[in-house]
């Protein structure tokens, strides 16, 4: 099964995606997802003019080898750009493989462990009241679990605030826009949203809180203590892990359970955290941990400590690793949730797909494949926009993490 051709696709349809789609002598096609948010032309470069032509003659079935020979053979491991071209190779092969043996992904895998997928929404608003009422209408919606974020008073264009309620893209503008950060606030915010948010609502569903890396480990600890009332199902990326054992003292702060990893590349980013059972969620997914082939190798890490997944699932990812996650998601023993955005009407008309929402949970496929495809006319009307993530700024200026 001698792969024949590998092609970049390139897509704006609201937001930019970067596709590869490779096919196998005898016609079989598979995609794979690269999109790297704010950075997409650096991986379409990097697969057309480094991997793509030294994919071609190579045996598509054996997955792991080409899998290996891109990591390791580039010499240069690691890093956002590499680990996601991997990926897009490596679902392309996993597609092709389970469509060629006739099967959905997840029975390739080893077979269903659920029959459904938990996933939680984003809800927002520009202050307390707001987010309130917005975690409403996803209870409403079905959901069981949603994630709340609230403007701050005093903040400039508050992180997870978006400017309507449906579809927010934190990518909007050519050059990164300059949003505003206070802990000081924030601190005197969170907890007075979550202390609504059950009062309101109850202790029935599952909330979620992403801090989005703004914290400093006490800081961080802090916050857990003050939302421990709450019983949050996760506090995410409450502080950067770069160094991994900043997360110590976090934990041994806090009992509120602690996700990172959107921004992990490979299981040598989480492996001190999971080993030293410093985190409950592992937020890694497809396409930001090179595929299949390496996420479960992170998620099989996880389970020896208990550790769940908690697959990363914003708009930037595209249907294709949306697709993917949920056939992950359906094998994998420790499942924990799965993060869920919807995509614009547009997006889902460039990448027709057979996962489903209903009742809170996404309903996986049963198609051979990973079950997304992309009509490339449509994909063709709408060309590449330069599209930047923001950053963020203290009050006096200072660079502060976005
Ligand atoms: O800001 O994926 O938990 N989800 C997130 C995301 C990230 C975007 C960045 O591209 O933090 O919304
Ligand atoms: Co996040």
Known sequence: MKIKSARVIVTCPGRNFVTLKIEVEGGLTGIGDATLNGREMA????????????????????????????????????????????????????????KAAG?????????KSRDRIMVYGHANGADIDETVDAVGQYIAMGYKAIRAQTGIPGVEKTYGVGRGTMFYEPADAALPSVTGWDTRKA??????????????????????????????????????????????????????????????LVRQHTTTPLAVGEVFNTIWDCKDLIQHQLIDYIRTTIVGAGGVTHLRRIADLASLYQVRTGCHGATDLSPVTMGTALHFDSWVPNFGIQEYMRHTPETDAVFPHDYRFEDGHMIVGETAGHGVTIDEELAAKYPYTP????????????????
């Open 43 to 98: 991986v379409v470069a990097y697969l057309q003019e480094h991997v793509c032509p030294a994919l071609i003659g190579m045996d598509a079935r054996r997955i792991e080898d080409i899998w290996q020979f891109l990591y390791r053979g580039a010499y240069w491991r690691r890093g956002p750009v590499t680990i996601r071209a991997i990926a897009a190779v490596d679902v392309a092969l996993w597609d092709i493989k389970a």
């Open 103 to 111: 099967m959905p992904l997840y029975d390739l895998l080893g077979g």
């Open 187 to 248: 601190l005197n915010t969170i907890p007075r949203l979550f202390e609504r948010l059950r009062d309101t609502y109850g202790f029935d569903h599952h909330l979620l809180h992403d801090g989005h890396h703004r914290y400093t480990p006490q800081e961080a600890a802090h916050l857990g203590k003050l939302l421990e009332p709450f019983q949050l199902f996760w506090l995410e990326d409450c502080t950067p892990a770069e160094n991994q054992e900043a997360f110590k």
């Open 387 to 402: 599209m930047q993530l923001p950053v963020a700024r203290l009050e006096d200026g200072t660079l502060w993490n976005w």
